[in-house]
């Protein structure tokens, strides 16, 4: 069964950026399981802001899970990534995203690595920047299964990364690695600008993608933008995905707004047997 999330950031220096929930650990869980969601997806600054035990005492009081926890504060507040050319800094960037892993780990749930990935250009030449990459994401990933978690890595539109924009490309990366643990991020913002086709980029990554990013074209609430959904749900069902879309979209009109139509949508879409007898 396809499990539904909702993003929840800790973080200030990202105001604007597309999080739905804003307002605190506690009042996040609260939120998310009065609209009916699954679980909450954490960006939060560091592992040392809200301790696990508090966190899951947050989670338990409010009967939600947790999906997966972000590792972007790296980049957004330490201006961290793992293609930096000063190698101090590279070391720094990994080490942040393993202090994310082990903190996730101990709730059960993996780290995502979005804009810590970094890009290539200046000093840096294309080969090189994989070749760090690789090197973070074998290192990274092996972390991550000895706790037990995958780690998730998620290609970004052109804007944001120019090292893997799409799911093939990302597969691509997955295949080069020494380690099985580094699954996909498939967010259908990013494929809306990068891939020809959504659906079946979707479909192609079968087996490969561990985690979704499920919004529409403009990054608002599903639903609310231009893509074709009902394909893009249909390949992930098609493909058997069985773990979380999550909505990491702009709080637009409101964060309540954008979490029911977020909610509406993935009900609309991910439709779950109703309870018989
Ligand atoms: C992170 O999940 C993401 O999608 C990026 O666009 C954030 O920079
Ligand atoms: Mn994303």
């Not at 231009?226 to 637009?252: K, M, R």
Request: one cysteine or more; proline letters at 4%; a negative charge.
């Amino acid at each position: 069964m396809i499990k539904t999330a909702i993003t929840l950031s800790l973080v200030e220096e990202a105001r604007g950026g597309p999080f739905v929930l804003w307002d605190g650990v506690e009042s996040g869980c609260k939120t998310a399981a009065r609209l009916g969601y699954d679980a909450i997806e954490l960006f939060a600054p560091g592992p040392d802001v809200v301790s696990v035990d508090s966190l899951k005492a947050s989670l338990d009081r409010n009967q939600i899970d947790i999906a997966a926890v972000g590792t972007g504060a790296g980049m957004v507040i330490h201006k961290l990534n793992l293609c930096d050319p000063d190698s101090s800094r590279r070391d720094e960037a990994t080490r942040f995203i393993e202090s994310m892993i082990r903190y996730g780990a101990q709730l059960g749930v993996p780290a995502i690595i979005g804009s810590m990935q970094g890009r290539w250009g200046g000093d840096v030449s294309r080969e090189q920047a994989f070749d760090w990459l690789r090197s973070s994401l074998n290192d990274l990933g092996r972390i991550a299964g000895n706790e037990g978690v995958p780690l998730i890595y998620e290609p970004l539109n052109r804007y944001e990364t120019n090292l893997c924009n799409t799911v093939a490309e990302g597969v691509d990366l997955c295949q080069s690695l020494e380690t099985d643990h580094v699954k996909l991020l498939a967010d259908v913002f990013h494929m809306g600008i990068e891939e020809a086709d959504p659906a079946a980029a979707m479909a192609s990554g079968k087996g490969w993608i561990g985690h979704v990013h499920f919004v529409d074209s403009n990054r608002k609430a599903a639903g609310m933008g231009h893509l074709n959904l009902g394909t893009i749900a249909q390949a992930l069902i098609d493909s058997d995905y069985d773990q979380f879309v999550s909505a990491e979209c702009f709080p637009t009109p409101d964060s309540e707004t954008a979490a029911r139509n977020t909610i509406k949508a993935y009900q609309r879409l991910f439709p779950r047997p109703t309870k018989t007898g």
